[in-house]
């Protein structure tokens, strides 16, 4: 998705994240430097938490976001292209997700 700087796509992001009951996004193409907490309320609603990786050069950034009330964040790393993060679920019902977004690098 391109274009996050635009409120009018952040509405349509949230929107889309509502309509399909999403715990867990990955955005990536974001081409935001820095990610300021209401950008992100705009973006993905109150009840999400995110982790950003910043677009550096002609490399694209990642968003990754999930609802703090199903998932707590039990390790988080950050590389230059990639973003993994490992979930353990708040309700025991289910299970634990690892998430892994990447980017490819322009050289």
């Known amino acids: 998705m391109c274009g996050l700087n ?4 952040h509405d349509v992001v949230r929107e889309f994240l509502l309509q399909k009951l999403a715990s867990v996004t990955c955005l990536v193409e974001a081409r935001i430097d820095v990610l ?4 992100t309320y705009n973006l993905m609603g109150m009840r999400f938490d995110y982790r950003l990786l910043s ?3 002609a490399s694209s ?3 990754l976001g999930w609802s703090r009330s199903e998932w707590v964040v039990s390790r988080a790393i950050a590389r230059n292209f990639t973003l ?3 979930f353990q679920s708040t309700n025991e019902k289910h299970f634990h997700l690892v998430a892994l977004c990447s980017v490819w690098a322009s050289r």
Do not use: N, T
């Open 6 to 9: 635009s409120l009018a796509c």
């Open 36 to 39: 300021k907490p209401v950008l």
């Open 55 to 57: 677009a550096v050069g």
């Open 61 to 63: 950034g990642i968003i």
């Open 84 to 86: 993994s993060i490992d």
